[in-house]
């Protein structure tokens, strides 16, 4: 089993910036590939970006490509999505996943966060 808590959600204004951060516990957080989705109000989940094992391939939706850069620092068991130029479109529940191999497709991931809220007030 793996445990992710998700933190760093929050209220900011459209063009600003917020960094949510997804702690891991339980397996060995190196053996993951990770991944952040996002359900806005009376949207369906969509993926966000993801991240291999290593950190060395990531991959973005292009709606945030440009904008927002994912990373992982195995040390410390912990994934970061930096968010820039934020829109109010980005507003969301943000949730971090962790599987056995780096996808766009949400049933790839089998371990879920609770999910943290981003809302960017216009």
């Known amino acids: 089993q793996v445990q992710l808590v998700e933190s760093g959600g929050g209220l900011v204004q459209a063009g600003g910036s917020l960094r949510p951060s997804c702690a891991a516990s339980?397996?060995?957080?190196?053996?993951?590939?990770m991944g952040w989705f996002r359900q806005g109000p009376g949207k369906e989940r969509e993926f966000v970006a993801s991240?291999?094992?290593?950190?060395?391939?990531?991959y973005y939706a292009d709606s945030v490509k440009g904008r927002f850069t994912i990373s992982r620092d195995n040390g410390k068991n912990r994934v970061y999505l930096q968010m820039n130029s934020l829109k109010s479109e980005d507003t969301a529940v943000y949730y971090c996943?962790?599987?056995?191999?780096?996808?766009?497709?949400?049933?790839?991931?089998?371990?879920w966060g609770q999910g943290t809220q981003v809302t960017v007030s216009s």
């Open positions: 996943a962790a599987g056995s191999v780096d996808s766009d497709y949400d049933r790839a991931y089998s371990y």
């Open positions: 991240i291999n094992w290593s950190g060395g391939a990531t």
């Open positions: 339980g397996r060995p957080f190196r053996n993951y590939a």
